[in-house]
Nanobody, 121 residues
Framework: QVQLVESGGGSVQAGGSLRLSCVAS????????LGWYRQAPGKQRELVAS???????SYADSVTGRFAISRDNAKNAVYLQMNSLKPEDTAVYYC???????????????WGQGAQVTVSS
């Protein structure tokens, strides 16, 4: 029904930058909240950044000042610009979208397939 396709992961050295992209497609009536989560090996998935339909933004303390989230409503896309990357940012990054598939449909969470980000020291 709804697909989220991520791109832009990869491997960089500490201090480098990467930009993640996520595009939603399928049966979409409206997209409300968008966010990026990450999960490192042996750890729980955590929220990295989120942006509401009104473009209200929040960040995890660990990435504030280094990461920037943005959205393009015309493209059903959300982006995560990651600067000054650290080894502890190494994780699989997941895109999340809260989507309505119809005017009377409930809001549901949808997830991307994940993008590996590896930061070496």
């Amino acid at each position: 029904q709804v697909q989220l396709v991520e791109s832009g992961g990869g491997s960089v050295q500490a201090g480098g930058s990467l930009r993640l992209s996520c595009v939603a497609s399928g049966r979409i009536f409206s997209i409300n909240g968008l966010g990026w989560y990450r999960q490192a090996p042996g750890k729980q998935r955590e929220l990295v950044a989120s942006i509401s339909s009104e473009s209200s933004i929040s960040y995890a303390d660990s990435v504030t000042g280094r990461f920037a989230i943005s959205r393009d409503n015309a493209k059903n896309a959300v982006y995560l610009q990651m600067n000054s990357l650290k080894p502890e940012d190494t994780a699989v990054y997941y895109c999340n979208a809260v989507v309505q598939t119809g005017a009377l449909s409930p809001k549901r969470n949808w997830w991307g397939q994940g993008a590996q980000v590896t930061v070496s020291s």
